[in-house]
């Protein structure tokens, strides 16, 4: 599945867990709309369902860490 359409805002998943009033397994995902949508800026997805490509349509990427001694101005 391929998003068909102009995405103008990232998520993050930042946890997993079994939602207790339900018993179904989600991902934790933060929003970058900010803390004052959904849950203080987070929401709950199903996992192992692929809801809205989430686990399909993923991407990540590594970050190299530079010290301030090291930096270099732009």
């Known amino acids: 599945m391929m998003a068909d359409q ?3 805002h990232a ?3 930042i946890g997993w867990e079994t ?3 339900t018993g179904i397994p989600v991902w934790i995902v933060r929003n970058s709309y900010g803390d004052q949508w959904g849950m203080n800026g987070d929401f ?3 996992r192992g369902q692929d809801d809205w490509g989430l686990e399909s349509e993923i ?3 590594a970050v190299d ?3 301030t001694s090291s930096a270099k101005p732009f």
Do not use: A, G
């Open 65 to 67: 860490r530079v010290s």
């Open 59 to 61: 991407s990540s990427f």
């Open 11 to 13: 998520i993050t998943i």
């Open 6 to 8: 102009p995405l103008d």
């Open 44 to 46: 709950l997805v199903r």
């Open 19 to 21: 939602d207790k009033s």
